[in-house]
């Protein structure tokens, strides 16, 4: 199996900050990499899709870059309904997803 | 829209077969650019691929080798729908439960979640 991990586990920050996630991967997935957002009783939200495409709907302060085994996710601007936790989610050999990386608010 | 409503029960004793449903609304389970999903999520395991169905001429499965000796998913043509079925669950397999369609390998709708719990 891939495995992804992401860092840092959880990362605080203030409102307005830039945040970046990075998510690595054990084997090249060359781009078959999406990010989501989790809110506490929620469904996890799709963000990024094939490593840099925004999602239908979300706000271009999301950002992912990356190929290979390595990738991020950007969020510029951190607003309040922001702090979550996200997931990194490789889809080039079965499926498999990160652990998680809480945004806290400092 | 797309929304996938799930059903089936909270709680499951332990040995016995969790089932567990998906209706589809907004697109089709026979679709030749979707996969359909299942995946759960527990504080120990996160969050884990189970398996998918799909269909390609005819009809396709690929499930997580952690769960491949116990589980299947069913198409539904009539009923616009998929189920879940895990066989001999024990206490490890409790989680919330979520149907979802991919598309080019991205989780893009997810269905409610359903708790469900192994015991006795």
């Known amino acids: 199996d891939i495995q992804m991990t992401q860092s840092p586990s959880i990362l605080s920050a203030s409102v307005g900050d830039r945040v970046t996630i990075t998510c690595r991967a054990s084997q090249s997935i060359t781009n078959w990499l999406a990010w989501y957002q989790q809110k506490p009783g929620k469904a996890p939200k799709l963000l990024i899709y094939k490593a840099s495409n925004l999602q239908t709907g979300v706000p271009s302060r999301f950002s992912g870059s990356g190929s290979g085994t390595e990738f991020t996710l950007t969020i510029y601007s951190l607003q309040p309904d922001d702090f979550a936790t996200y997931y990194c989610?490789?889809?080039?050999?079965?499926?498999?997803f990160g652990q998680g990386t809480r945004v806290e608010i400092k | 829209q797309v929304q996938l409503q799930q059903s089936g029960p909270g709680l499951v004793e332990p040995s016995r077969t969790l089932s567990l449903t998906c209706a589809i609304s907004?697109?089709?389970?026979?679709?030749?650019?979707?996969?359909w999903s299942w995946v759960r999520q527990s504080p120990l395991r996160g969050l884990e691929w189970l398996g998918r169905?799909?269909?390609?001429?005819?009809?396709?499965?690929d499930y997580a080798e952690s769960v491949k000796s116990r589980i299947i998913i069913i198409p539904d043509t009539s009923k616009n729908q998929f189920s879940l079925q895990l066989n001999f669950v024990s206490p490890e397999d409790t989680a919330i439960y979520y149907c979802?369609?991919?598309?080019?390998?991205?989780?893009?709708?997810w269905g409610q979640g359903t708790l469900v719990t192994v015991s006795s």
């Open positions: 169905t799909y269909y390609t001429s005819k009809w396709n499965n």
């Open positions: 907004g697109d089709s389970v026979s679709s030749n650019r979707a996969t």
């Open positions: 979802v369609r991919v598309i080019d390998g991205a989780f893009d709708y």
């Open positions: 989610q490789q889809s080039h050999t079965s499926r498999t």
